[in-house]
């Protein structure tokens, strides 16, 4: 069966860099569009970002756009979410999603920027 399972979150100080890692099995992950989202206690699933098959097409809320970088690695069957400079705002619950709604997501990963 599909499995998402994300990896990497933490305790990270403002400003800091955390890299997530959901890897991925059951289906064929080089031709899927891949997504990340992240929710706060109390609100709805948030959009963050998305990436095409090949990699070579990404697209990024507003939010994180120039701190977030999305990748894959095809091979390992694995996404990956780079975040640098981060802020108590993105202080949730991320998770990646191999559909535009999350419908097929993981468990979520914790991230906690605090000092």
């Known amino acids: 069966q599909v499995q998402l399972v994300e990896s990497g979150g933490g305790l990270v100080q403002p400003g800091g860099s955390l890299r997530l890692s959901c890897t991925t099995s059951?289906?064929?992950?080089?031709?899927?569009?891949m997504y990340w989202f992240r929710q706060v206690p109390g609100k709805g699933l948030e959009f963050i970002s998305r990436?095409?098959?090949?990699?070579?097409?990404?697209i990024y809320v507003d939010f994180v756009r120039g701190r977030f970088t999305i990748s894959r690695d095809n091979a390992k069957n694995t996404l990956y979410l780079q975040m640098n400079s981060l802020k108590s705002d993105d202080t949730a619950v991320y998770y990646c999603?191999?559909?535009?709604?999350?419908?097929?997501r993981g468990q979520g990963t914790q991230v906690t920027v605090s000092s």
């Open positions: 059951g289906f064929i992950f080089g031709t899927s569009w």
């Open positions: 999603a191999k559909d535009p709604g999350a419908g097929t």
């Open positions: 990436i095409n098959p090949d990699g070579r097409s990404t």
